[in-house]
């Protein structure tokens, strides 16, 4: 977690307590979301995490000191014989290895090494306790705030498949059984499409339904819904395991999830959070993790609870859909029709299974739709594999003294040398004169050049045929080329067809450098690309950059790295390079750490006769060598041609540093 001060936690603690408790108060009081679910956890764990980070901040009335919100006083209320506690929210391996260390310390050394772990899928619905005396249900209670519920049991006796008379049991006993009231997706989608016969709203969620059938006051409203009630619990003192509490609860006929397990350790414990990661889309109801506890219900009960919830269980979180991070920055991508994008570089953040570091927001007036400004905490979401997007600022977690985003200013300040214009009727600025047939000349062209992947044959001629006569649209259409194709077009011979496609095709295993150069990315250049490469091996790697990562690199600063976020950010750009790959561009990444020349730095000034200017860099760099276009106390040596710069020359006397002929470079290279 990002390292704050003591006064920014505490602002940023107040706000989120006052966020979450209203949300809280909306989903479980009014049966209202203002929120996703995915959403709201995710600003449950940062507010927990800033609270473990600063304890002396905690306070009673914090989110993460109390189950649920307050009941409703539409029926009466009832206090739990045994509180009703939820589970702490684990999202990583990292995460339940650190639980269950913890937990190792307060057993003995005999009991960890015989500890079993209980399994089962974590419901989507409402929780309820269900109490039996001499066999026959009497009460049904909600979770309310854990330990006040509301007495829902003329309700929960119309539930089919919750039993009137327990099979098998002690008519003089009192049971209590919990679990959860859910809606299987099957049910829901069937209910929707009566709604839609009807002419009426459609439902908006299992989950919300199903609390919102159990709080009627008529029973009848809740026996025409097709509920369910999932067991998970059997509160007995006296069965040993979790597992065995479940084989009771089916004998005694209950429905459980059919997801529980028992593993001997944690490992099998992943394999089966992947596999139900992979198939919980196929499950009849929604899920949105898998509860793990040690199984053992005597150690269990004996490491007791901390603070509102139990040591003995975590409650994994699968991958959400949605998740809240902060806006680091806007920046602006110039696409290859010369639209321009901005994008909003975010704060590291878990979406879907994959890091996101940054969002399309379209165009100015969706920025201006959001009001997103720089430093505002946002709920993002991923379908699919589209690009992030935001979906709603968190305004009331917005920091002080933040100003509306001006669209047309920040063109200016990043792209001063451009001009844009806003087309009449289009949503879009664009940079003014361009067409996106002659940005994609121009692009194909540096693409093809020495100082990038030195394309024999794709001169600018050739390129203007190809993009002419629409064979080529995009740069990754080059790799689609045919001999056959090529050779119809008018400047071309089977010969000359044949040449350029082979130089083409040869040029999908170029050094990895190379191909970042020729991307074009705006600032980018020769030298850096090849401390890209040093840094992030792959081209996946560099996607994955944020920026904090590209700020390490010591001749990147913030306009170079925001403008490298903003390339990987776009939507065309990926989907070209994904287009890339799939025809076989495949890059090589050579270390140059054990090269003669690595870790050493060169400037070249002046006309070399037996080089050209990129070739001799080009010559340097394979050898591991750093060059650069400035002396600095870092630089090994200039090396000098015909006519080099007095600036330069003077500067490297003044430093001390070696001035070498071109005799002295040829020998570097093994000329």
């Not at 009991?111 to 026959?136: P, Q, R, S, V, W």
């Amino acid at each position: 977690m990002k390292t704050i001060s003591h006064e920014e936690a505490e602002q940023r603690i107040a706000k989120l307590r006052e966020l979450i408790n209203d949300y809280r108060y909306h989903y479980h009081v009014l049966d209202e979301s203002t929120m996703s679910e995915a959403a709201a956890d995710s600003l449950k764990h940062e507010l927990s995490q800033l609270e473990e980070q600063f304890p002396d901040l905690i306070t009673p009335d914090s989110p993460t000191q109390r189950v649920a919100g307050k009941p409703l006083d539409k029926f009466q209320k009832v206090t739990h014989e045994k509180r009703m506690i939820s589970l702490a929210d684990v999202f990583s391996e990292e995460e339940i290895k650190d639980w269950l260390t913890r937990n190792e310390k307060l057993i003995s050394s005999s009991e960890a090494k015989e500890l079993k772990f209980f399994t089962d899928i974590k419901m989507d619905g409402l929780a309820c306790a269900i109490h039996y005396d001499n066999g026959i249900l009497t009460r049904a209670v909600t979770r309310g705030d854990g330990l006040v519920g509301e007495d829902v049991t003329m309700n929960v006796r119309t539930i089919e498949n919750v039993p009137l008379k327990l099979r098998g049991a002690d008519s003089g006993g009192h049971v209590e059984v919990r679990g959860e009231i859910v809606i299987f997706k099957d049910d829901f989608a069937h209910l929707n499409e009566l709604q839609g016969k009807k002419g009426e709203k459609p439902f908006a969620n299992p989950r919300n339904l199903a609390a919102g059938s159990i709080r009627q006051l008529d029973p009848k409203i809740a026996a025409s819904r097709p509920l369910k009630f999932i067991a998970y619990d059997l509160v007995v003192p006296d069965l040993p395991t979790h597992a065995e509490a479940y084989r009771a609860l089916r004998e005694m006929g209950f429905q459980t999830s059919g997801q529980d397990n028992v593993f001997d350790s944690l490992s099998k414990v992943f394999s089966e959070i992947k596999h139900l990661g992979e198939t919980r889309g196929d499950l009849p109801f929604n899920t949105d993790g898998m509860v793990i506890k040690i199984n053992n219900r005597s150690i269990y009960n004996r490491l007791g609870i901390v603070g509102k919830t139990p040591r003995g269980a975590v409650a994994f979180k699968f991958p959400a859909e949605e998740s809240t991070t902060k806006v680091r920055d806007i920046v602006i991508s110039i696409g290859r029709t010369g639209a321009a994008t901005p994008v909003a570089i975010l704060d590291p953040v878990v979406v879907a299974g994959s890091t996101v570091t940054h969002a399309s927001l379209h165009n100015a007036d969706e920025i201006a739709r959001l009001d997103v400004r720089v430093g505002d905490t946002v709920i993002i979401y991923k379908a699919g594999d589209i690009i992030p997007q935001i979906k709603e600022v968190l305004v009331a977690l917005r920091p002080d003294g933040t100003e509306p985003y001006d669209y047309e200013a920040a063109l200016h300040t990043q792209y001063p040398e451009l001009e844009f214009v806003r087309p009449a009727g289009e949503v879009v600025y664009r940079v003014k004169g361009e067409t996106s047939d002659l940005i994609l000349k121009r692009a194909l062209e540096y693409y093809a050049s020495k100082p990038a992947l030195n394309i024999d044959g794709l001169g600018e001629k050739n390129v203007t045929a190809l993009v002419d006569s629409k064979m080529v649209g995009s740069i990754a259409d080059l790799y689609r080329l045919t001999e056959n194709k090529v050779a119809q077009l008018e400047r071309f011979a089977e010969l000359s067809a044949h040449n350029l496609v082979q130089a083409i095709q040869k040029s999908k295993t170029a050094p990895l450098a190379k191909f970042i150069t020729a991307l074009g990315i705006r600032h980018v250049g020769a030298q850096t690309a090849n401390s890209l490469v040093k840094k992030f091996h792959s081209i996946d790697a560099l996607k994955d950059a944020t920026e904090d990562d590209l700020l390490e690199i010591p001749d990147i600063g913030k306009i170079v790295a925001e403008s490298i976020l903003a390339y990987f950010a776009d939507e065309d750009n990926l989907k070209m390079l994904d287009e890339m790959k799939s025809l076989g561009m495949n890059p090589t990444y050579e270390d140059t750490s054990e090269l003669p020349l690595s870790g050493k730095s060169y400037i070249i000034s002046g006309t070399l006769s037996d080089y050209g200017r990129e070739e001799a860099e080009d010559a340097l760099r394979n050898l591991g060598a750093t060059v650069t276009s400035s002396v600095t106390k870092n630089t090994t040596a200039l090396i000098t041609g015909e006519k080099p710069g007095k600036g330069k020359t003077d500067k490297a006397e003044k430093l001390g540093i070696p001035i070498v002929g071109e005799a002295e470079f040829l020998k570097l290279i093994g000329k």
